[in-house]
Protein backbone atom coordinates (compact mmCIF):
# COMPACT_ATOMS: atom_id res chain seq x y z
CA UNK A 1 0.00 0.00 0.00
CA UNK A 2 1.04 3.25 -0.55
CA UNK A 3 -0.40 6.38 1.94
CA UNK A 4 -0.91 9.01 -0.38
CA UNK A 5 -1.15 12.84 1.55
CA UNK A 6 -3.37 15.71 0.61
CA UNK A 7 -3.06 18.23 3.82
CA UNK A 8 -5.94 17.09 5.24
CA UNK A 9 -6.91 12.92 6.16
CA UNK A 10 -3.81 11.52 7.12
CA UNK A 11 -4.35 9.19 9.96
CA UNK A 12 -2.53 8.56 13.09
CA UNK A 13 -2.50 4.72 12.00
CA UNK A 14 -0.88 5.90 8.21
CA UNK A 15 1.91 8.05 10.24
CA UNK A 16 2.74 4.33 11.71
CA UNK A 17 2.87 2.41 8.86
CA UNK A 18 5.45 4.82 7.24
CA UNK A 19 7.62 5.69 10.14
CA UNK A 20 7.61 1.46 11.22
CA UNK A 21 6.96 -0.48 8.24
CA UNK A 22 8.43 1.69 5.78
CA UNK A 23 5.18 2.56 3.65
CA UNK A 24 5.99 4.68 0.65
CA UNK A 25 4.47 7.91 0.19
CA UNK A 26 3.11 9.96 -3.12
CA UNK A 27 0.91 13.21 -2.94
CA UNK A 28 -2.47 13.18 -3.78
CA UNK A 29 -2.56 15.29 -7.25
CA UNK A 30 -4.96 18.15 -6.28
CA UNK A 31 -2.70 18.79 -3.74
CA UNK A 32 -0.41 19.54 -6.08
CA UNK A 33 -2.20 21.92 -8.18
CA UNK A 34 -2.83 23.65 -4.45
CA UNK A 35 1.26 23.75 -4.18
CA UNK A 36 1.78 25.01 -7.39
CA UNK A 37 -0.98 27.80 -7.25
CA UNK A 38 0.53 29.12 -4.04
CA UNK A 39 4.36 29.03 -5.67
CA UNK A 40 3.12 30.88 -8.26
CA UNK A 41 1.68 33.26 -5.73
CA UNK A 42 5.17 33.83 -4.36
CA UNK A 43 6.63 34.51 -7.44
CA UNK A 44 4.18 37.04 -8.06
CA UNK A 45 5.02 38.71 -4.94
CA UNK A 46 8.69 38.39 -5.46
CA UNK A 47 8.74 40.30 -9.31
CA UNK A 48 6.33 42.89 -7.33
CA UNK A 49 9.13 43.62 -4.71
CA UNK A 50 6.29 42.91 -1.90
CA UNK A 51 7.31 43.19 1.50
CA UNK A 52 6.63 39.81 3.58
CA UNK A 53 7.52 38.18 6.35
CA UNK A 54 10.76 35.75 5.76
CA UNK A 55 10.62 36.53 2.13
CA UNK A 56 11.41 39.43 1.86
CA UNK A 57 12.48 40.65 5.43
CA UNK A 58 14.81 38.83 7.71
CA UNK A 59 13.85 36.51 10.54
CA UNK A 60 12.66 36.88 14.67
CA UNK A 61 14.20 40.32 15.64
CA UNK A 62 15.49 40.95 12.18
CA UNK A 63 11.77 41.21 10.85
CA UNK A 64 12.47 45.07 9.85
CA UNK A 65 15.12 44.22 7.66
CA UNK A 66 14.68 44.51 4.12
CA UNK A 67 15.95 41.47 1.88
CA UNK A 68 16.69 42.13 -1.68
CA UNK A 69 15.27 39.63 -4.49
CA UNK A 70 18.91 38.51 -5.13
CA UNK A 71 19.65 37.41 -1.91
CA UNK A 72 16.51 35.66 -0.66
CA UNK A 73 17.31 32.30 -1.88
CA UNK A 74 20.73 32.62 -0.13
CA UNK A 75 18.85 33.74 3.02
CA UNK A 76 16.86 30.41 3.07
CA UNK A 77 20.03 28.45 2.47
CA UNK A 78 21.46 30.50 5.74
CA UNK A 79 18.62 30.54 7.50
CA UNK A 80 18.77 26.61 7.54
CA UNK A 81 22.50 26.12 8.10
CA UNK A 82 22.18 28.92 10.93
CA UNK A 83 18.63 27.09 12.55
CA UNK A 84 20.38 23.71 12.87
CA UNK A 85 21.79 23.94 16.38
CA UNK A 86 19.87 20.43 17.68
CA UNK A 87 22.48 18.58 19.86
CA UNK A 88 22.60 15.41 21.85
CA UNK A 89 21.87 12.29 20.58
CA UNK A 90 20.09 11.38 17.76
CA UNK A 91 16.33 10.53 17.33
CA UNK A 92 15.42 7.72 16.18
CA UNK A 93 13.81 6.57 12.89
CA UNK A 94 10.54 6.43 13.21
CA UNK A 95 10.51 9.62 14.71
CA UNK A 96 12.48 11.53 12.27
CA UNK A 97 10.54 9.66 9.30
CA UNK A 98 7.29 10.58 11.03
CA UNK A 99 8.43 14.46 10.98
CA UNK A 100 9.37 13.75 7.32
CA UNK A 101 5.70 12.69 6.24
CA UNK A 102 4.08 15.27 8.34
CA UNK A 103 6.19 18.06 7.46
CA UNK A 104 5.09 17.22 3.41
CA UNK A 105 1.38 16.47 4.90
CA UNK A 106 1.50 20.22 6.11
CA UNK A 107 3.15 21.22 2.88
CA UNK A 108 0.89 20.12 0.28
CA UNK A 109 -2.08 21.69 2.26
CA UNK A 110 -0.73 24.78 -0.41
CA UNK A 111 -0.43 27.64 2.23
CA UNK A 112 3.38 27.46 2.61
CA UNK A 113 5.00 28.53 -0.96
CA UNK A 114 7.09 25.95 -1.42
CA UNK A 115 7.90 24.44 -4.72
CA UNK A 116 6.17 21.26 -5.49
CA UNK A 117 9.70 19.53 -6.55
CA UNK A 118 11.73 20.92 -3.30
CA UNK A 119 8.21 18.62 -1.11
CA UNK A 120 8.87 15.74 -3.64
CA UNK A 121 12.32 15.21 -2.93
CA UNK A 122 11.65 15.09 0.88
CA UNK A 123 8.82 12.44 -0.39
CA UNK A 124 12.03 10.79 -2.64
CA UNK A 125 13.87 11.02 0.33
CA UNK A 126 11.13 9.05 2.52
CA UNK A 127 10.69 6.69 0.05
CA UNK A 128 14.77 5.69 -0.55
CA UNK A 129 15.38 5.12 3.43
CA UNK A 130 17.29 8.48 3.46
CA UNK A 131 16.69 9.84 7.08
CA UNK A 132 18.73 13.07 8.16
CA UNK A 133 20.15 12.84 11.38
CA UNK A 134 18.32 15.01 13.93
CA UNK A 135 19.67 15.48 17.65
CA UNK A 136 16.99 15.02 20.20
CA UNK A 137 17.18 18.72 22.32
CA UNK A 138 17.07 22.06 21.50
CA UNK A 139 13.38 23.24 20.16
CA UNK A 140 11.26 25.45 22.40
CA UNK A 141 8.02 24.61 20.19
CA UNK A 142 7.60 27.79 19.42
CA UNK A 143 8.32 28.88 16.49
CA UNK A 144 7.94 25.21 16.03
CA UNK A 145 10.59 23.10 16.01
CA UNK A 146 13.20 25.40 14.38
CA UNK A 147 16.54 23.40 15.38
CA UNK A 148 15.28 19.71 14.44
CA UNK A 149 13.30 20.86 11.47
CA UNK A 150 16.25 22.62 10.25
CA UNK A 151 18.51 19.42 10.13
CA UNK A 152 15.95 17.59 8.00
CA UNK A 153 16.09 20.34 5.72
CA UNK A 154 20.03 20.30 5.72
CA UNK A 155 19.85 16.63 4.37
CA UNK A 156 17.40 17.84 1.66
CA UNK A 157 20.45 20.29 0.60
CA UNK A 158 22.86 17.77 0.23
CA UNK A 159 24.09 18.45 3.40
CA UNK A 160 25.11 17.32 6.84
CA UNK A 161 24.58 12.97 7.64
CA UNK A 162 21.61 10.62 7.59
CA UNK A 163 21.09 7.23 8.45
CA UNK A 164 21.12 5.57 4.92
CA UNK A 165 20.34 1.27 4.92
CA UNK A 166 21.97 1.13 8.43
CA UNK A 167 24.85 3.29 8.21
CA UNK A 168 25.62 7.31 9.21
CA UNK A 169 27.02 8.26 5.76
CA UNK A 170 27.15 12.38 4.40
CA UNK A 171 23.86 13.30 2.68
CA UNK A 172 25.54 14.05 -0.18
CA UNK A 173 26.46 10.56 -0.34
CA UNK A 174 22.89 8.85 -0.03
CA UNK A 175 21.45 10.95 -2.78
CA UNK A 176 23.87 10.27 -5.18
CA UNK A 177 23.48 6.67 -4.26
CA UNK A 178 19.65 7.31 -5.12
CA UNK A 179 20.01 9.69 -7.87
CA UNK A 180 18.66 12.50 -5.84
CA UNK A 181 18.95 15.87 -6.66
CA UNK A 182 19.83 18.05 -3.62
CA UNK A 183 17.77 21.00 -3.41
CA UNK A 184 18.95 24.79 -4.04
CA UNK A 185 16.42 26.25 -1.76
CA UNK A 186 14.12 29.63 -3.27
CA UNK A 187 12.57 32.28 -1.43
CA UNK A 188 10.63 31.26 0.91
CA UNK A 189 11.61 27.63 0.99
CA UNK A 190 13.76 27.66 4.37
CA UNK A 191 11.02 28.75 6.44
CA UNK A 192 8.68 26.59 5.06
CA UNK A 193 10.81 24.24 5.70
CA UNK A 194 11.34 24.61 9.31
CA UNK A 195 8.79 26.29 10.88
CA UNK A 196 6.37 24.27 12.35
CA UNK A 197 5.41 21.56 15.23
CA UNK A 198 5.79 18.56 13.17
CA UNK A 199 9.04 17.16 15.13
CA UNK A 200 7.63 17.60 18.69
CA UNK A 201 4.36 16.30 17.10
CA UNK A 202 6.17 13.16 15.78
CA UNK A 203 7.59 12.05 18.86
CA UNK A 204 4.56 12.11 20.89
CA UNK A 205 2.47 10.62 18.21
CA UNK A 206 4.71 7.69 18.51
CA UNK A 207 4.35 7.88 22.17
CA UNK A 208 0.92 7.78 22.04
CA UNK A 209 0.51 4.68 19.91
CA UNK A 210 2.73 2.80 22.14
CA UNK A 211 0.74 4.15 25.22
CA UNK A 212 -2.64 2.44 23.60
CA UNK A 213 -0.66 -0.56 23.26
CA UNK A 214 0.40 -0.46 26.96
CA UNK A 215 -3.06 0.17 28.11
CA UNK A 216 -3.73 -3.16 26.97
CA UNK A 217 -0.68 -4.66 28.74
CA UNK A 218 -1.55 -3.10 31.64
CA UNK A 219 -4.92 -5.23 31.71
CA UNK A 220 -3.00 -8.11 30.99
CA UNK A 221 -0.86 -7.71 33.92
CA UNK A 222 -3.59 -7.03 36.39
CA UNK A 223 -5.27 -10.15 35.38
CA UNK A 224 -2.04 -12.06 35.73
CA UNK A 225 -1.78 -10.71 39.27
CA UNK A 226 -5.46 -11.11 39.93
CA UNK A 227 -5.09 -14.60 39.14
CA UNK A 228 -1.99 -15.10 41.86
CA UNK A 229 -3.79 -13.73 44.40
CA UNK A 230 -7.49 -14.87 44.34
CA UNK A 231 -8.92 -11.75 43.22
CA UNK A 232 -12.55 -11.00 43.43
CA UNK A 233 -13.96 -10.44 40.11
CA UNK A 234 -16.99 -8.64 41.01
CA UNK A 235 -15.60 -5.36 41.20
CA UNK A 236 -15.35 -5.82 37.58
CA UNK A 237 -19.05 -6.43 36.71
CA UNK A 238 -20.05 -3.69 34.17
CA UNK A 239 -23.17 -2.78 36.28
CA UNK A 240 -20.44 -1.15 38.80
CA UNK A 241 -18.99 0.44 35.85
CA UNK A 242 -22.34 2.21 34.08
CA UNK A 243 -23.05 4.12 37.25
CA UNK A 244 -19.32 5.90 36.56
CA UNK A 245 -19.84 6.27 32.95
CA UNK A 246 -16.70 6.98 31.82
CA UNK A 247 -15.52 4.73 28.65
CA UNK A 248 -11.97 3.91 29.54
CA UNK A 249 -13.42 2.59 32.70
CA UNK A 250 -16.06 0.47 30.82
CA UNK A 251 -13.05 -0.79 28.42
CA UNK A 252 -10.63 -1.75 31.14
CA UNK A 253 -13.04 -3.67 32.99
CA UNK A 254 -14.69 -5.63 30.02
CA UNK A 255 -10.92 -6.45 29.11
CA UNK A 256 -9.93 -7.65 32.83
CA UNK A 257 -13.54 -10.00 32.60
CA UNK A 258 -12.36 -11.73 29.35
CA UNK A 259 -9.07 -12.18 30.29
CA UNK A 260 -10.59 -13.48 33.57
CA UNK A 261 -13.08 -15.93 31.85
CA UNK A 262 -12.54 -19.49 33.00
CA UNK A 263 -10.34 -19.19 35.61
CA UNK A 264 -10.47 -21.11 39.02
CA UNK A 265 -8.31 -18.65 40.71
CA UNK A 266 -10.11 -15.02 40.18
CA UNK A 267 -13.76 -15.55 41.19
CA UNK A 268 -17.01 -13.66 41.16
CA UNK A 269 -17.34 -14.24 45.07
CA UNK A 270 -14.10 -15.91 47.20
CA UNK A 271 -14.49 -17.40 50.58
CA UNK A 272 -12.10 -15.81 52.53
CA UNK A 273 -12.59 -12.07 51.57
CA UNK A 274 -15.10 -9.64 50.20
CA UNK A 275 -13.23 -7.14 48.45
CA UNK A 276 -9.61 -6.63 47.41
CA UNK A 277 -7.00 -3.51 48.16
CA UNK A 278 -7.28 -0.84 45.56
CA UNK A 279 -4.81 -1.82 43.31
CA UNK A 280 -7.01 -4.53 42.43
CA UNK A 281 -10.10 -3.40 43.10
CA UNK A 282 -9.45 -0.24 41.44
CA UNK A 283 -7.81 -1.22 38.67
CA UNK A 284 -10.97 -0.40 35.92
CA UNK A 285 -11.05 3.20 37.24
CA UNK A 286 -6.87 3.86 36.97
CA UNK A 287 -6.72 2.22 33.81
CA UNK A 288 -9.72 3.75 32.85
CA UNK A 289 -8.54 6.90 33.49
CA UNK A 290 -5.08 6.70 31.21
CA UNK A 291 -7.10 5.04 28.54
CA UNK A 292 -9.58 8.23 28.44
CA UNK A 293 -6.75 10.53 28.47
CA UNK A 294 -4.76 8.79 25.69
CA UNK A 295 -8.62 9.43 23.82
CA UNK A 296 -8.13 13.03 24.40
CA UNK A 297 -4.62 13.11 22.60
CA UNK A 298 -5.23 10.94 19.99
CA UNK A 299 -8.19 13.06 19.00
CA UNK A 300 -5.60 16.38 18.85
CA UNK A 301 -2.97 15.21 17.14
CA UNK A 302 -5.21 13.62 14.81
CA UNK A 303 -5.80 17.43 14.09
CA UNK A 304 -2.24 18.45 14.31
CA UNK A 305 -1.26 15.92 11.61
CA UNK A 306 -3.38 17.34 9.34
CA UNK A 307 -2.27 21.58 10.48
CA UNK A 308 -0.82 24.31 8.73
CA UNK A 309 1.93 25.00 11.22
CA UNK A 310 4.54 27.74 9.57
CA UNK A 311 4.15 30.94 8.79
CA UNK A 312 4.01 33.21 6.87
CA UNK A 313 0.62 31.73 5.22
CA UNK A 314 -0.24 31.86 1.95
CA UNK A 315 -3.80 32.51 0.77
CA UNK A 316 -3.52 33.39 -2.90
CA UNK A 317 -7.22 33.11 -3.50
CA UNK A 318 -7.53 36.08 -1.39
CA UNK A 319 -4.65 37.81 -2.71
CA UNK A 320 -3.08 37.83 1.21
CA UNK A 321 -0.02 36.84 3.03
CA UNK A 322 -0.79 36.89 6.87
CA UNK A 323 2.00 35.86 9.50
CA UNK A 324 0.08 34.47 12.24
CA UNK A 325 1.15 31.85 15.08
CA UNK A 326 0.45 28.23 14.08
CA UNK A 327 3.65 27.13 14.83
CA UNK A 328 3.43 27.95 18.68
CA UNK A 329 3.29 24.13 19.86
CA UNK A 330 1.03 24.63 22.67
CA UNK A 331 -1.56 22.14 21.84
CA UNK A 332 0.77 19.49 21.23
CA UNK A 333 2.57 20.53 24.89
CA UNK A 334 -0.14 20.30 27.15
CA UNK A 335 -1.38 16.86 25.66
CA UNK A 336 1.64 15.38 25.88
CA UNK A 337 2.07 16.47 29.17
CA UNK A 338 -1.37 15.16 29.91
CA UNK A 339 -0.12 11.89 28.18
CA UNK A 340 3.33 11.20 30.32
CA UNK A 341 1.22 11.29 33.17
CA UNK A 342 -1.33 9.12 32.18
CA UNK A 343 1.19 6.61 31.24
CA UNK A 344 2.68 7.00 34.80
CA UNK A 345 -0.29 6.13 36.39
CA UNK A 346 -0.46 2.73 34.48
CA UNK A 347 3.29 1.85 36.27
CA UNK A 348 2.27 3.64 39.56
CA UNK A 349 -0.19 1.29 40.19
CA UNK A 350 1.66 -1.84 38.98
CA UNK A 351 4.39 -1.09 41.44
CA UNK A 352 1.78 -1.66 44.22
CA UNK A 353 0.48 -4.66 42.33
CA UNK A 354 4.18 -6.08 42.58
CA UNK A 355 4.34 -5.17 45.86
CA UNK A 356 1.42 -7.12 46.92
CA UNK A 357 3.13 -10.31 45.24
CA UNK A 358 6.53 -10.27 46.32
CA UNK A 359 5.56 -9.12 50.45
CA UNK A 360 4.74 -12.06 52.52
CA UNK A 361 1.89 -9.69 54.38
CA UNK A 362 0.04 -8.81 51.31
CA UNK A 363 0.70 -11.71 48.93
CA UNK A 364 -2.18 -14.32 50.27
CA UNK A 365 0.11 -16.77 51.20
CA UNK A 366 2.46 -16.76 48.40
CA UNK A 367 6.39 -17.40 50.08
CA UNK A 368 8.01 -14.36 50.79
CA UNK A 369 9.48 -12.57 47.67
CA UNK A 370 8.52 -14.82 45.11
CA UNK A 371 10.85 -17.60 46.09
CA UNK A 372 11.25 -21.15 48.07
CA UNK A 373 13.93 -20.89 49.61
CA UNK A 374 13.70 -17.35 51.44
CA UNK A 375 16.88 -16.80 53.20
CA UNK A 376 19.71 -18.27 50.76
CA UNK A 377 17.38 -16.84 48.20
CA UNK A 378 16.56 -13.34 47.84
CA UNK A 379 13.69 -14.51 44.88
CA UNK A 380 12.04 -11.42 43.28
CA UNK A 381 12.98 -8.95 46.68
CA UNK A 382 14.65 -6.37 44.30
CA UNK A 383 12.34 -6.28 41.62
CA UNK A 384 9.72 -4.41 43.58
CA UNK A 385 13.17 -2.23 43.88
CA UNK A 386 14.12 -1.78 40.59
CA UNK A 387 9.92 -0.91 39.65
CA UNK A 388 9.78 2.00 42.38
CA UNK A 389 12.72 2.98 41.05
CA UNK A 390 11.66 3.75 37.79
CA UNK A 391 8.05 4.82 39.02
CA UNK A 392 10.10 7.69 41.35
CA UNK A 393 12.20 8.60 37.81
CA UNK A 394 8.82 9.63 36.24
CA UNK A 395 7.63 11.80 38.79
CA UNK A 396 10.58 13.78 37.89
CA UNK A 397 9.80 13.56 34.35
CA UNK A 398 6.35 14.20 34.92
CA UNK A 399 6.99 17.64 35.67
CA UNK A 400 5.13 19.70 33.09
CA UNK A 401 6.99 21.21 30.50
CA UNK A 402 4.18 23.14 29.50
CA UNK A 403 4.09 25.47 31.95
CA UNK A 404 8.14 26.97 31.58
CA UNK A 405 8.62 29.63 29.11
CA UNK A 406 11.82 31.25 27.89
CA UNK A 407 11.75 34.46 25.77
CA UNK A 408 14.01 33.79 22.38
CA UNK A 409 14.78 35.94 19.58
CA UNK A 410 15.35 39.09 21.23
CA UNK A 411 12.25 38.40 23.16
CA UNK A 412 10.32 39.12 19.36
CA UNK A 413 9.48 35.15 20.52
CA UNK A 414 8.53 35.90 24.55
CA UNK A 415 6.02 32.76 25.02
CA UNK A 416 7.11 29.48 24.06
CA UNK A 417 5.37 25.70 24.37
CA UNK A 418 8.75 23.83 25.38
CA UNK A 419 6.69 20.90 23.35
CA UNK A 420 9.05 19.07 22.39
CA UNK A 421 10.31 18.68 25.94
CA UNK A 422 6.82 17.62 26.77
CA UNK A 423 6.88 14.88 23.69
CA UNK A 424 10.88 13.67 24.88
CA UNK A 425 9.95 13.24 28.44
CA UNK A 426 6.58 11.64 27.69
CA UNK A 427 9.09 9.04 25.82
CA UNK A 428 11.69 8.24 28.77
CA UNK A 429 8.04 8.15 30.80
CA UNK A 430 6.99 5.63 28.48
CA UNK A 431 10.00 3.44 28.62
CA UNK A 432 10.10 3.32 32.37
CA UNK A 433 6.14 1.96 32.47
CA UNK A 434 7.18 -0.93 30.00
CA UNK A 435 9.74 -1.90 32.01
CA UNK A 436 7.70 -1.56 35.54
CA UNK A 437 4.56 -3.81 33.78
CA UNK A 438 7.24 -6.37 32.39
CA UNK A 439 8.64 -6.75 36.27
CA UNK A 440 5.16 -7.34 37.24
CA UNK A 441 4.39 -9.80 34.44
CA UNK A 442 7.32 -11.92 35.38
CA UNK A 443 6.78 -11.42 39.10
CA UNK A 444 3.07 -12.72 38.55
CA UNK A 445 4.32 -15.55 36.69
CA UNK A 446 6.10 -16.89 38.96
CA UNK A 447 3.46 -16.22 41.62
CA UNK A 448 1.58 -19.08 39.45
CA UNK A 449 4.40 -21.34 38.94
CA UNK A 450 4.59 -21.36 43.17
CA UNK A 451 0.94 -21.73 43.52
CA UNK A 452 1.55 -24.85 41.39
CA UNK A 453 5.46 -25.49 43.34
CA UNK A 454 3.23 -25.69 46.63
CA UNK A 455 0.35 -27.47 45.59
CA UNK A 456 -2.29 -24.61 46.03
CA UNK A 457 -3.25 -24.48 42.30
CA UNK A 458 -2.06 -25.60 38.89
CA UNK A 459 -2.06 -24.23 35.22
CA UNK A 460 -5.69 -25.73 34.24
CA UNK A 461 -6.92 -23.26 36.79
CA UNK A 462 -5.76 -20.44 34.68
CA UNK A 463 -8.15 -18.58 32.19
CA UNK A 464 -7.01 -19.43 28.59
CA UNK A 465 -5.78 -15.82 28.44
CA UNK A 466 -3.74 -15.45 31.08
CA UNK A 467 -2.54 -19.07 30.42
CA UNK A 468 -1.77 -17.87 27.00
CA UNK A 469 0.52 -14.92 28.45
CA UNK A 470 2.08 -17.35 31.05
CA UNK A 471 3.13 -19.30 28.10
CA UNK A 472 4.46 -16.65 25.95
CA UNK A 473 6.76 -15.49 29.17
CA UNK A 474 7.55 -19.13 29.77
CA UNK A 475 8.79 -19.45 26.07
CA UNK A 476 11.72 -16.71 26.91
CA UNK A 477 12.10 -16.92 31.03
CA UNK A 478 11.75 -20.03 33.07
CA UNK A 479 10.69 -20.35 36.25
CA UNK A 480 13.35 -19.09 38.85
CA UNK A 481 13.82 -21.73 41.32
CA UNK A 482 17.30 -20.95 42.54
CA UNK A 483 18.69 -16.81 42.12
CA UNK A 484 19.65 -16.11 38.70
CA UNK A 485 21.15 -12.80 37.45
CA UNK A 486 17.95 -11.14 37.44
CA UNK A 487 18.86 -8.13 34.93
CA UNK A 488 18.52 -10.45 31.95
CA UNK A 489 15.22 -12.05 33.24
CA UNK A 490 13.52 -8.20 33.49
CA UNK A 491 15.28 -7.43 30.11
CA UNK A 492 12.76 -10.62 28.89
CA UNK A 493 9.87 -9.31 30.43
CA UNK A 494 10.41 -5.79 28.67
CA UNK A 495 11.61 -6.98 25.03
CA UNK A 496 8.20 -8.89 25.06
CA UNK A 497 6.39 -5.79 26.17
CA UNK A 498 7.91 -3.86 23.93
CA UNK A 499 7.78 -5.94 20.68
CA UNK A 500 3.94 -6.52 21.20
CA UNK A 501 4.13 -10.19 20.82
CA UNK A 502 2.73 -11.08 24.25
CA UNK A 503 0.09 -9.17 23.65
CA UNK A 504 -0.66 -10.33 20.34
CA UNK A 505 -0.12 -13.65 22.17
CA UNK A 506 -3.16 -12.92 24.51
CA UNK A 507 -5.38 -11.55 21.44
CA UNK A 508 -4.71 -14.57 19.59
CA UNK A 509 -6.90 -16.07 22.76
CA UNK A 510 -8.90 -13.02 23.66
CA UNK A 511 -9.81 -9.72 21.36
CA UNK A 512 -8.96 -6.62 23.88
CA UNK A 513 -10.46 -3.20 23.64
Known amino acids: MTVVINGKDLTIEDAIRVARD ?85 LVRGNSGIRLSTIQTMIDMLNAGIHPLVPEKGSLGASGDLAPLSCIALGLMGEGFCEYKGEIVTSAEALYKESIKPVELSAKEGLALNNGTQMLTAVGLNVLWDAMHLAKVADIACAMTDESLHC ?28 LAGSKNALHDQETKVQDPY ?16 KYVYDVVSTEINAVTDNPLIFPDDDEVISGGNFHGQPMALAFDFMKMAISELADISERRIERLVNPALSEGLPAFLTKYGGVCSGFMITQYAAASL ?15 IPSSGNQED ?99
Not at 75 to 88: D, E, P, V, W, Y
Not at 428 to 445: P, Y
Open 415 to 513: HVSMGMTSARTAAMVLDNAEKVLGIELGCAAQAIWLRQEIGESDLGNLAPATKAAYDRIREESDPVDDDVVMHDELVKFDRMVKDGSLLDAVEKVTALR
Open 279 to 294: TLRCTPQVHGASRDAF
Open 391 to 405: VSENKIYDHPACVDS
Open 232 to 259: VTSAYDPKVQELRGYQGQKDSAANLLDL
Open 22 to 106: MEKVEIAEDAKERVNKARAYIDKKLDEDAVIYGLTTGFGKFANIKISKKDSAKLQKNLIRSHTCAMGDCFERKYVRTAMLLRCNA
